[in-house]
């Protein structure tokens, strides 16, 4: 199968793939032809410094950008690991997850190479830093300076490579963070499936509300790419620019958290005039619940049909969808399981929950193609969450008569109290308009 940037550069050279517009005016964007030179460009660095076989692990870190984009694609011609870094993380967590990934060649955005130069000791695997939009430290390359000279050819691989691997720490709750291994292709049949439940299509213009190291919007906006749309990449959320952002590129897709749209939804009614958001079709709705409030808040301002909620993971990929006739009325459910996806309750003893209702809960596995396939260096924890196939993340859920799924709380923040399982997010809920948010 050919890399898909090769395939856009070919039947659609001039069509806008990537666009970083910036509040102060800046405004860079590389058509389909442009992003797939950079991304040879970039794979040809690799090549050249030593970190180009399959199975290297080449650790990223950086806001959205353009830089980004390019290094994803990278990656995916080379058939390397890429590890995307939270660039939030201390100094110490940087430290354990860069060593414990065995990168041996971080790529970095110039705002964020201060944290590699103080880690330096901590990661000694690490060979070569590359320092792209912006001036490199000292000890570092530029990859800026690097990739203006190199060749835009595409870049050698065998056929029998493997295709680009992708690894994600999960935050650690209850201790260090684990790097979730994806080793395979997406499953076409189970990508098509939910595209078209979504009703995505190559025409769409995705933005990315949230950052891209994340398995969310960077997940969709990989779709979208895989689908030849244009993306627009926000590089640090801000409710105001992002309605600009919409308005101006008439936006069709985006996937949010609760958050970010909680802080679009509250801004004064007069200010969001002044912007159009019906362009609107898919706010792919994800990361945490959203609230009963924080829907109707939406809803207010943005078409009835667009909006979608689903349930997944960085482990188990897509596993619910609740899709917008349902939103109002199905309260609290995340939807049905999407497609190509087996979804099974279990109680503490392995056995199969299989009751209707609130008091027939769970701890829900997925039996899915999109499952990860282990935590790195790690698969004691993987084999722990498994059971007759299936694998979890801990979330604790019931089934509606309908089929809907109802997602209760985590396993592990579960209290027994006289024999009774008690859920804490049962207890504290956002069930009146007049609740803004709660927090346990």
């Known amino acids: 199968m050919p890399d898909y940037l090769t395939a856009y550069a070919e039947s659609q050279p001039n069509k806008p793939a990537v666009i970083d517009d910036r509040p102060d005016g800046s405004v860079r964007t590389l058509n389909w032809e442009q992003l797939n030179n950079e991304s040879n460009r970039l794979a040809h660095v690799l090549i050249e410094t030593g970190h180009a076989k399959p199975g290297n692990k080449v650790l990223w870190c950086g806001q959205n950008s353009i830089g980004v984009v390019v290094m994803i694609g990278a990656a995916r011609k080379l058939g390397v690991t890429a590890v995307p870094l939270n660039y939030r993380l201390s100094d110490d967590e940087s430290a354990y997850v ?9 790529f970095v955005d110039a705002d964020n190479a201060a944290t590699f130069e103080r880690i330096r000791s901590q990661i000694p695997k ?42 994600i720490y999960t935050s650690g709750t209850t201790g260090k963070p684990k790097g979730a291994l994806r080793t395979s292709p997406a499953n076409m049949e189970q990508g098509i499936a939910l595209i078209g439940l979504l009703g995505s299509h190559p025409g769409d213009v995705y933005l990315t509300t949230g950052p891209i190291y994340h ?6 906006m990989a779709t979208g790419l895989a689908l030849g749309q244009t993306v627009v ?23 949010s958290a609760p958050t970010p749209i909680r802080m679009v939804c509250n801004l ?24 009963m409030t924080l829907k109707h808040m939406y809803l207010e301002s943005f078409p009835h049909d667009s909006l979608y909620e689903i349930y997944g993971s960085t482990e188990l990929g897509v596993n619910c ?14 939807g049905k399981p999407s497609p190509l996806v087996d979804i099974k309750l279990f109680d503490d003893d392995g056995n199969e929950v299989t009751g209707i209702g609130p008091e027939h809960t769970g701890e829900l596995f997925v039996s899915s193609p999109s499952v990860f396939a282990d935590y790195y260096k790690q698969h004691d924890k993987y084999m722990a969450d498994q059971k007759h196939g299936y694998q979890t ?10 089929g809907y799924i109802y997602i209760c709380d985590r396993k592990k923040d579960m209290i027994i109290s006289a024999g009774m399982n008690i859920y ?17």
Request: net charge negative; aromatic share 6%; proline share 6%.
């Open 268 to 291: 004064p009614s007069d200010v969001k005039a002044k912007y159009d958001m019906t362009s609107m079709k898919r706010m792919v709705a994800n990361a945490a619940p959203w609230s």
């Open 233 to 255: 990449v926000q590089r640090k959320f801000d409710p105001l620019d992002w309605l600009r952002l919409v308005d101006k590129y008439k936006v069709t897709s985006t996937f």
């Open 393 to 402: 993340v801990g979330d604790i859920a019931y089934r509606d008569s309908d």
């Open 126 to 167: 690490v060979k070569t830093i590359l320092v792209y939009g912006g001036k490199a430290l000292d000890g570092m390359l530029s990859a800026d300076e690097l990739m203006a000279v190199a060749s835009t050819d595409e870049p050698v691989r065998s056929d029998d490579r493997a295709p680009g691997a992708t690894m």
């Open 321 to 334: 969808v609740l899709l917008p006739e349902d939103q109002l009325r199905k309260p609290g459910s995340c």
């Open 215 to 220: 398995s969310g919007p960077g997940g969709f």
């Open 424 to 440: 804490p997010a049962e207890i504290v809920v956002e069930k009146s308009r007049d609740i803004y948010e709660a927090l346990l």
């Open 98 to 106: 860069t060593d414990h990934c065995d990168a041996t060649v971080v």
